[in-house]
């Protein structure tokens, strides 16, 4: 079975966006064996200059990089990543599949993203919107779409 | 100031999501006066034809036309419309106002869409990615991104 890792920076504050998660969590378990990290949002001042926010992600950037599990696909989520269609998606778990890779790991930045040196790491750098959305909607939005993915792998009919 | 309805074929049946939108909803009550209509989906077989698609679309369509306040400008949300940035979208309620259109009626369809004459009759065809998200995750996302867009024309801080 298909291990997949979540790496997210800063918690799930609000208790609906916790529930939807858990709900996807839920659904997933049939398909793959998810696991969630969450990795502390380093602490900025009210108003941080880029200096600030680029030493900020590069302390956040070394937690993550440690998490991340050994020979695993990377995927790093970021507003200039490439978009793709749900089907399209879809494949990387089936490539994954194909091609021996038991592992892959998704990472979701905090407010300000992800430093520069995760991104290098990253096999894959992917958007879903041109829009910004909040860190915690976005883990509920990538949560669906792994679980969507995974439906559509099978030839399942929730999605159309 | 300005009103905002949003058109929903379907219910939100996840407490979650109901959770969200009515959290999104609260935090817009500052900004516009936004106002929520749903419509029934219109029952569909097992396994639905095309043309059992599109009559069910038709009669959904009928009723989403009959809904739409008069004079409201109109945004249909469809995978197929046009992605922009949270600041782009940001300006659809910054340019109503500035050319004196009052309302701004989101159209979200139910799990096969919206009919083609709805679509016709929209200012804007509008989508937020490309990957196809369930119409009661849209609706979450619709109302983040429509709070974000206040947040955004106010100057505020929430967006970064």
């Known amino acids: 079975m298909l291990a997949v890792t979540l790496i997210c920076v800063g918690r799930l504050k609000d208790a609906f966006f916790d529930d939807a998660s858990a709900e996807y969590l839920k659904r997933l378990t049939p398909f793959a064996?998810?696991?969630?990290?969450?990795i502390k949002q380093a602490p900025?001042?009210?108003?941080?200059?880029?200096t600030e926010i680029a030493k900020a992600l590069e302390t956040?950037?070394?937690?993550?990089?440690?998490?991340?599990?050994?020979?695993s696909m990377v995927v790093a989520m970021c507003i200039e990543g490439k978009q793709m269609s749900s089907e399209k998606f879809s494949r990387i778990f089936t490539d994954?599949?194909?091609?021996?890779?038991?592992?892959?790991?998704?990472?979701?930045?905090?407010?300000?993203?992800?430093?520069?040196?995760?991104k290098r790491q990253a096999d894959?750098?992917?958007?879903?919107s041109e829009?910004?959305?909040?860190?915690?909607?976005?883990?509920?939005?990538?949560l669906e779409q792994i679980y969507r993915a995974f439906k559509?792998?099978?030839?399942?009919?929730?999605?159309k």
Chains 1, 2 share one sequence.
Not at 44 to 50: A, G
């Open 44 to 50: 900025l001042s009210e108003k941080p200059s880029q």
């Open 152 to 159: 559509i792998a099978a030839g399942e009919k929730y999605h």
């Open 96 to 118: 994954a599949a194909l091609t021996g890779r038991s592992h892959i790991t998704f990472i979701i930045g905090g407010s300000c993203g992800i430093a520069d040196s995760v």
């Open 60 to 71: 956040e950037g070394a937690e993550i990089t440690k998490k991340i599990p050994a020979g």
């Open 124 to 128: 894959i750098r992917m958007s879903m």
């Open 33 to 38: 064996k998810v696991n969630t990290v969450e």
């Open 131 to 142: 829009m910004t959305f909040p860190h915690r909607l976005a883990r509920v939005m990538l």
